[in-house]
């Protein structure tokens, strides 16, 4: 019996996180990337739904880098079974040993924090997604390999990686099964990245998987003295200001540019000498990871960088309360979409100070909280509080670790000729529909799909891939912003625009207006279910 190789796309697919792709030939069966789901509540509750596979009868996986949309999932992966190697480059298994136990910490943190919520009295525990210690039980299965050099990660398949360009690290996984070529781009980094040479890789592919995470957006290109030099500028004028300049930022890769950048700004008197704290355990973690590292990174005077006098590492949950009495300080804080981790905390205490400054300096997906301060709102709901914004919001677009949709297009005229299928994955519609009709000119020979998660499509060598199952129905309503959204939207505003009708008694009407459409929707919802409606 000929054995077909078939890709299934769980994750990444119309959206830009949950990267995992799940190659199957005959049998043997290979992930690529198993990560979380980021974004709106709906979303990321695709993160607890059942697993489209058994993890008993997965062989092995490639992982493409460290970052949690893309290896957030291997804790409950090998929770629930699965027992072959992950298989990475040496700085990607050293940065997962924090990575993932991390990850559990804030499961069984966050879990814990929603079990005790006033309005969850009385109902059934949440269980965490998985622990620290499943964390640390799926680093324990890594196995390095260099970049460029030929492995079998499992019977039937090879594979090498190649350098991403995108954080210490990552990389494209090239793969051949049953005579196909396949490329896996992982995340793309742009030119002129620091610490990291610009992207490589092959040319000549069957079937291509491309990002398209900044399809839909060009930027100017930024050397690293310009980009300092606007760093500089947004510090100065926040610190003018008064208050504290406050960074959302991932704790793997950006915070490590961000300090070289700022130490390199103190260091020439360029910005005033303000106290830097990073308040991530996790970013203290992944900063001596690239310490260990810093012989391999560009752009960067040595493992001092990371060390200078007005840095300040914050650790323990005291130290970081603290810092709410500080005032003209710069806090970096993860996590980078502020939907979780102390980044939360230092929001709340300084949303609403006019003289603070939150700048943002990566991609905010939709339905996240910093997609919500990052479009306007002026107020939002954290941890179950309103609190306004009045802070001044700025953004740095020059920090962004993914290749812009000029740099993208560039990649893939680079791994032409493409005979089958250019697949394009990690992207919002936006950007998707945008890349299709770019790229039809740069792989005139590739037929170019948008995959829907849960399509499972056969490979085979020099033509079009088939579409052999279509997508879950039942994930298209989790993609970009959610009812949760609209509701925090709602509820946020509420009260001010009941102060703006003129008398209780009108206000006391418009509320019980509101509530007559809820118990009305509610009857007629449990009419059709064959119910009738409760009484009071």
Known sequence: MTRKLTLTFNGAARTVTGSCHLFDLGGRRLLVDCGLFQGSRTLEGLNAAPLPFKPKEIDAVILTHAHIDHSGLLPRLVAEGFTGPIWCTGPTADLLEFMLADAGRIQEADTARRNHRRDRAGETPFQPLYTEADGLAAWSQCRAVELETPFSPAPGFKARLWNAGHILGSASVELEADGVRVLCSGDIGPENKAFHADPEGPSGFDHVLCESTYGDRRREPVTIQARRHLLAAEIR???????????????????????????????????????????????SQATDVFRRHAAELEDIAGPSTFDDPQLHYVESVAESIRLNSVKGAIIMAASGMCEAGRIRHHLMHNLYRREATIMFVGFQAAGTLGRVILDGASRVRISGQDVMVRAAVRRIDSYSAHADQGELLDWITARAPVHGTLFLVHGEDSALTTMRELAATRVPDARICIPEIGERWELSAGVPACRLETGREDVVHALG???????????????????????????????????????????????KLGKQPATS
């Open 481 to 527: 912003q959610d009812w949760q959204n609209h509701y925090a939207h709602l509820v946020t505003g509420l009260r001010k625009d009941l102060a703006r009708i003129e008398s209780e008694a009108a206000r006391e009407e418009a509320i019980a207006a509101m509530r007559k459409v809820l118990d009305e929707y509610a009857a007629h919802h449990e009419a």
């Open 237 to 283: 004028a926040a610190l003018d200001r008064g208050g504290n300049l406050v960074i959302p930022t991932f704790a793997l890769e950006r915070t490590q540019e961000l300090l070289a950048d700022i130490v390199a700004l103190l260091r020439e008197g360029a910005i005033p000498r303000a106290p830097v704290f990073i308040d991530s355990p996790l970013a």
